[in-house]
């Protein structure tokens, strides 16, 4: 029940084009979704965030939609460009007290072709 | 500010060695996590450590172990190392695990056992 799930294991897409990750959960106490990119040879680095009171979150070409009653969120990167290949994780927060546990999915490989 | 900094960046072990990993947190970050990162597993949480104390553990065996000094640097120790345990090793920072969301992560030590 604290799983996340994550799919695509890895995606190609062209330059200009639009990606899409999602991500499903099961446990309604996660109350705050990161994603996280990583590139290689670099440790992840907080993309963009949102909590469960909203639909939708959009930074720039980054957008995140969330699904509170299908218990999905999504990435959607516009206008793809090649230096947006990485790797891409979600993950949700639960928070219990005063201690937080952070559940990843396991990433999707993003390779933009130009 | 001075990111997340992990030393060695890359580490080459035996089997049956023992190897110690260091971090220095952002300045001002208290909490300290590590995690693993292999290949198809993501992401797995190994221990956070807040005030010189442990504050969660992930399901790791005893040869994984870590600890945190009063000015917040953190190390952690592998003891008989396993060929199962190369991995990047990353660590991650944050001000303060109860109220914090944001988690900064070094580039991580690279370690591999032949």
């Known amino acids: 029940q604290q799983q996340v799930k994550q ?17 499903a959960y099961e446990n309604t106490a996660f109350d705050y979704f990161p994603w996280y990119q990583q590139f290689p040879g670099k440790g992840p680095a907080l993309l963009i965030a949102i909590r469960p009171d909203v639909s939708e979150k959009k930074e720039g070409r980054f957008t ?34 005063n201690n937080r546990k952070l559940i990843w999915g396991l990433g999707t490989s993003l390779a933009v072709n130009p | 500010k001075a990111g ?31 995690y693993q990162q292999t ?18 553990k992930g399901n790791f065996p005893g040869r994984f172990s870590g600890r945190q000094f009063s000015n917040s640097r953190s ?26 969301e944001k988690l900064f992560f070094g580039s991580g030590t690279q370690l591999s056992v032949l």
Request: a neutral charge; hydrophobic letters at 35%.
């Open chain 2, 4 to 34: 997340v900094t992990q030393t060695p960046r890359y580490l080459i072990k035996t089997r049956g060695q023992q190897v110690t990993l260091s971090c220095s947190p952002i300045s001002g970050h208290r909490s300290v996590s590590w």
């Open chain 2, 39 to 56: 290949p198809g597993q993501g992401l797995q949480f190994l221990f956070e450590y807040f005030s010189e104390t442990q504050r969660n």
């Open chain 1, 7 to 23: 799919s695509p294991q890895s995606l190609i897409v062209q330059k200009g084009g639009i990606s899409i990750i999602n991500c």
């Open chain 1, 64 to 97: 995140i939609s969330f699904n509170k009653s299908a218990k999905q969120f999504s990435l959607h990167i516009m206008d793809s460009q090649p230096g947006d290949s990485a790797t891409y994780f979600c993950a949700a927060t639960l928070n219990a007290g």
């Open chain 2, 75 to 100: 190390e952690m120790n592998v003891s008989t190392l396993e060929l199962g345990d190369s991995a990047l090793y990353l660590c991650a920072s944050s001000l303060d695990p109860g109220t914090s």
